[in-house]
């Protein structure tokens, strides 16, 4: 029912933080996510249910675990930027994966 | 009368005492339903009163706890989570009614989910739920009795917040999770907590006595007199311990015989250091900088490390200060810089990685020289396994001072030592001329005992003090003694109280800690006679 209209941009990346996509990665994307004009949406499979990216009761409540892969989708205004920067925050595991509660090594 | 016993599981340890409360979640008034304008416009208020309560709670908190709130505050900004109420309130609903169905839906899916994480959200919808109602309601939160044993179903974030834990007092929830919010603010406010003691909260006896037992994951209902006993006994012990940690805790540590131990910090991040006293220890025997390397679009650059190592450089305010260079592998991948192996803590991991990847050390050295020049700092390699690789670093460091020479930057070269984790540095570490031998007991006891650190099912034979293990300890303490270098500890052992005397006996006088366990340790070496 939306045609993407302008630039559009997809990616996927694998969900790695030990948690899954839980509140603090959940913050973190959505509120990244708000910073571009672009429609963008999130799923956890290639055809989708589609989710709002920027909704951040939408992608809790995916419950995605970790070893998801996460697929975006972006239709409009800086859509490939948006997707780029997006798969490299999860990709940067929410920049704290050594927040995880593991003792370090040594 | 005899006692009631139930177990549940453990939230945050610690024993407490206490006349049970019983706590209601549940709030029943309903408002009769105005104009469907009337009740968009009640839940829209409520939700915006809600919203500023929790932002001003927020400036009260800080760390996990503010992090939980904003996590509600930005939930309840997300129009989405409003979306069905407002539906329902067109239908001709009354706004608390249209808002307890909305979120008990959600509540309800959370609930059914498979992952224990997300089932731990419950509490933060449960609470988001309950704020709105009472906007919508006027009605009052019922005050939590001081020193209580509370009883609950679950229990929210922000219930937890708004009392004063400091005279005591513990949690027994029916539902709940180890993984739920308030079960880190528990464990961080140093309360009992036992959760999923599967109790009908109707049926308990509010003020009737209780005693939580955390760590067991247990709840005493009209404890007898030996229970009771047993439970004061604890209780004082730990209050003991608590008062002796912090007697010591700013004192030089000695042994009862006058034998002078130095107890160092581990740090992982900057930020730590901002609510430490520099006064507490002799300094940080271990800087990690894994935390550096994340948290970026990219590696961090020269200039970022030199200002993160010379703020903890000027903490210390003159102690010296010990940096590991980048320990990735193992259990803690980095993105970008380690590679996927199938038995990763035998792979590419610490100075092996760095090796490989000699523009990103030789960064960090660079950055460390010039940092040197703002305190005593020192460099430490992880993961030496043979006399070659310490050469090779050596090699790079050379290089490195010489260059900062020929351009001009003020620099220092640090001394330049390596960690004892793989059994062929313990075994013969006459091979290796570093300046100071660091031991990680962590790693050297999964090397030399086979038993992998991150298995459960092999914890028991990953100890620290078998005599295999010791006997390493005391012969890398031999050799730096016979050398003239320093050897010290810095693993997981050093901060447990009870394996202090072990590890003194091997000869070792310098450990390093965890922050809070510095007073704890510094007792337990007080109590020690090494028999002169």
Not at chain 1, 18 to 47: C, N, Q, W, Y
Not at chain 2, 164 to 175: E, F, M, P, V
Not at chain 2, 232 to 241: P, T
Request: overall charge negative; some cysteine.
């Amino acid at each position: 029912m939306n045609e993407p209209t302008g630039t559009e941009a997809t990616g996927s990346t694998l969900l790695t933080h030990s948690a899954g996509l839980h509140a603090r990665p959940t913050l973190k994307l959505t509120m990244l996510a708000k910073t571009f004009a672009a429609k963008i949406e999130l799923a956890v499979k290639p055809d989708g249910p589609w989710i709002d990216a920027k909704s951040v009761v939408r992608v809790m409540a995916m419950k995605a675990p970790k070893g998801s892969t996460l697929h975006f989708r972006a239709s409009g205004d800086k859509a490939e930027e948006a997707v780029t920067k997006i798969v490299a925050l999860v990709d940067r595991d929410f920049d704290e994966a050594a927040e995880g509660g593991k003792a370090g090594n040594v | 009368m005899s006692e009631i016993r139930c177990t549940g599981r453990t939230a945050s340890p610690g024993v407490a005492i206490g006349t049970l409360f019983v706590l209601q979640s549940a709030l029943h008034r309903v408002r009769g339903a105005g104009s469907t304008t009337e009740e968009g416009a009640a839940l829209r208020e409520a939700i915006e009163a809600a919203k500023a309560e929790l932002t001003e709670l927020i400036t009260q908190t800080e760390g996990e706890a503010a992090e939980i709130l904003t996590f509600q505050i930005a939930m309840l900004e997300d129009e989405e989570l409003a979306a069905p109420a407002h539906t329902e309130i067109a239908g001709g609903s009354s706004a608390d009614l249209a808002w307890r169905t909305a979120l008990d839906v959600q509540i309800a899916d959370y609930a059914a989910a498979d992952d224990e994480y997300f089932r731990a959200r419950v509490s933060d919808l449960v609470d988001m739920r309950d704020r709105v109602l009472q906007h919508l309601s006027g009605a009052q939160a019922q005050a939590l009795p001081q020193g209580a044993v509370i009883a609950a179903d679950d229990m929210t974030p922000s219930r937890f917040l708004s009392h004063d834990w400091r005279s005591g007092g513990a949690i027994a929830l029916s539902k709940g999770s180890p993984s739920s919010h308030v079960a880190m603010l528990a464990r961080a406010r140093h309360v009992p907590m036992v959760v999923g003691l599967g109790f009908d909260t109707a049926k308990l006896k509010p003020g009737a006595p209780a005693i939580v037992d955390g760590g067991a994951g247990l709840i005493i209902l009209d404890p007898e007199v030996e229970s009771r006993k047993q439970a004061s006994n604890r209780i004082a012990n730990e209050a003991r311990l608590e008062a002796e940690a912090q007697h010591f805790l700013k004192r030089p540590a000695t042994t009862r015989d006058g034998t002078a131990v130095a107890v160092f910090i581990n740090v992982a991040s900057p930020e730590e250091l901002n609510t430490l006293d520099p006064t507490i220890c002799d300094g940080i025997g271990l800087v990690r900088t894994e935390l550096l390397f994340h948290g970026q679009d990219s590696l961090p650059s020269e200039d970022q490390q030199v200002a993160v190592y010379r703020r903890i450089l000027e903490w210390a305010s003159g102690r010296p200060v010990i940096v590991r260079t980048l320990d990735a592998g193992g259990d803690k991948p980095i993105p970008g810089l380690t590679v996927e192996e199938s038995n990763p803590f035998l792979g590419l991991r610490g100075l092996r990685l760095s090796l490989k990847r000699p523009e990103v050390f030789r960064s960090q050295l660079r950055a460390l020289c010039r940092a040197a020049v703002a305190g005593e700092l020192k460099i430490m390699l992880p993961m030496v396994t043979v006399p070659g690789e310490l050469e090779e670093a050596r090699g790079h460091l050379n290089e490195v001072v010489a260059e900062l020479a020929r351009v001009g930057i003020a620099h220092k070269r640090p001394p330049l030592g390596i960690m004892v984790e793989v059994p062929s540095v313990a075994l013969t570490p006459e091979r290796f001329a570093a300046d100071f031998f660091s031991i990680g007991s962590n790693d050297l006891t999964q090397y030399v005992m086979a038993a992998a650190r991150d298995l459960s099912s092999v914890a028991h034979l990953a100890d620290p003090t078998d005599p295999a293990v010791l006997q390493l300890i005391e012969r890398v303490v031999d050799h730096a003694a016979c050398e003239g270098v320093e050897a010290s500890l810095c693993g997981d052992a050093a901060s447990d109280p009870a394996l202090v005397p072990q590890l003194l006996r091997c000869g070792l006088r310098k450990l390093s800690a965890a922050p809070g366990a510095v007073g704890r340790v510094k007792a337990a070496i007080a109590g020690i006679d090494l028999g002169g």
